[in-house]
C-alpha cells in the first residue's frame, strides 16, 4: 500500500520516552532494563540481514506498548542497520487507519529496502487476535490481562520475528522481501 507518511520522519526511542510524563517514562524504562527475551528471539533477530526501517507507533500511557516496545528496543539494539523511528498516535490516526486499518497501538509497520509498507503488526499478535475473536468479551480482557502480565511473550516474540523475518533476507533461508 502506497501513502505519502514517511516512516524514517519520526523520532528515536528517547523522543518517544521524552513524550510521556516522569512516572510513564520510568515505567516504560523499568520494562525495558528487565526484559528477558528468550535465545530463539535474540538468535532470530540477528540472523536477519538487510537494512529497513520500523515505524513504531505507541505512547507510553499504553500499557500494551509497555508489553511490547521492550521487544522492539531489543530489535532495535541488536541490528544497528535498522532504521526504528517512533510516532505517538496522536496527530497520526488518519495514517494508522489508512495503513493499517485500524489506530490500536502498538503499531509496528516493516518498510522493505526499497522503502515500500511490507508487513504490519497492531495491538496484539494476529493469532492471539484470531483465537479471541471466538471468545466472549470477559474472557477477551481475562487474555489481555494476562498478555500485559507477560504470559503471552512466547506468542508476541514471535510474531515480532515473523514480521522482520517476511521483510528481509535471512542468514537460515534465502527468503526475498
Not at 486499518?101 to 493469532?127: Q, R
Request: net charge negative.
Amino acid at each position: 500500500m502506497q501513502s505519502s507518511f514517511d516512516p524514517c520522519a519520526g523520532g528515536d526511542y528517547e523522543s518517544y520516552l521524552a513524550e510521556g510524563s516522569p512516572e510513564l517514562r520510568l515505567r516504560q524504562e523499568q520494562a525495558v532494563a528487565t526484559i528477558r527475551c528468550s535465545e530463539a528471539f535474540l538468535s532470530g533477530i540477528l540472523a536477519v540481514e538487510g537494512p529497513w526501517t520500523l515505524a513504531v507507533f505507541a505512547e507510553t500511557f499504553c500499557p500494551d506498548c509497555v508489553v511490547t516496545i521492550p521487544y522492539v528496543r531489543t530489535m532495535e539494539l541488536l541490528q544497528p542497520r535498522w532504521t526504528v523511528r517512533y510516532f505517538p498516535r496522536r496527530g497520526y490516526e488518519n495514517i494508522l487507519r489508512e495503513l493499517t486499518g485500524d489506530v490500536g497501538i502498538p503499531a509496528v509497520l516493516a518498510y522493505n529496502p526499497a522503502g515500500l509498507l511490507s508487513h504490519i503488526y497492531v495491538e496484539f499478535p494476529s493469532v492471539l487476535n484470531k483465537e479471541w475473536d471466538t471468545l466472549e468479551s470477559e474472557a477477551v480482557e481475562h487474555r489481555v490481562r494476562l498478555f500485559r502480565a507477560g504470559m503471552y511473550r512466547d506468542v508476541l516474540e514471535q510474531a515480532l520475528l515473523e514480521l522482520v523475518r517476511e521483510v528481509c533476507w535471512s542468514r537460515e533461508t534465502a527468503v526475498p522481501s
